[in-house]
């Protein structure tokens, strides 16, 4: 599964921005996200220990009380960065993105934004669907990690991005292949080939590139192009000699060609 690494990490990343004030936590159960006015102390004191106590839901709603009533506070700009969070947590994956990416466009240069753009990554990420469903969210991650690598490429959430980036990278080729063998059920021989071509052309690196030469190999035979069916066995054969992908194609042409001398 594509998801199972990144709650850890930012699990690990928020725990340093959730700092204490000065005062006593809130022991209420009720009546935490109603508008009140308080101090700021109490509001984030009261968002902290929801978070502590796993409520995420309401965690958030205090942290962005803390926003809305003390927008001037040194803390309001840490409590929207912690409403992501546990937005995040909560699994309320739009509302996240939303607050990560008011912080980056209200502090822009603040050293947590890059932590903002790895919660925004991640929130798409861990919404990705599997390959037989639609593949926007997935390319939105993909978007996202792309940007946190190009803009923070030396923060230390840039190297998990990249570990993430191939595995998107892989779930999209895989898109493609569940698409091309699809065709080749129906007998679309044209339509598959165009998308075992953007495997190769576009996933290279990926998982799926051996399987994509071969059913390249397999719908060129098909088409009537040997040559070109020969080609993509070729290709196979010199990356990935040992494989069961080669030894299909390998079998594919030598049938081909006794079909033809007989």
Known sequence: MLRKATRPIA???AAALVVPLAGCATGK???DTKYVARDVDTLYNAARERLDRHQYK?????FDEVERQHPYS????RAQLMSAFSYYLARQ???????AQRFISIHPGNRDAPYALYLIAVSYYEQIQDVTRDQKLTQQALD???ELIRRYPESRYAADARVKVDLVNDHLAGKEMEIGRFYQRRGDWLASVVRFRTVIDKYQQTSHTPEALMRLTESYLELGIPAEAERSAAVLGHNYPGSKWYEHAYSLI???GAANAG
């Open 11 to 13: 699990l690990m990343i």
């Open 29 to 31: 159960n009720k009546g």
């Open 58 to 62: 309401l965690a958030a709603a205090l």
């Open 74 to 77: 040194v803390w309001a700009r």
């Open 93 to 99: 994956y739009t509302e996240s993105i939303s607050s």
């Open 144 to 146: 996202a990690l792309n």
């Open 254 to 256: 030598q049938k081909k």
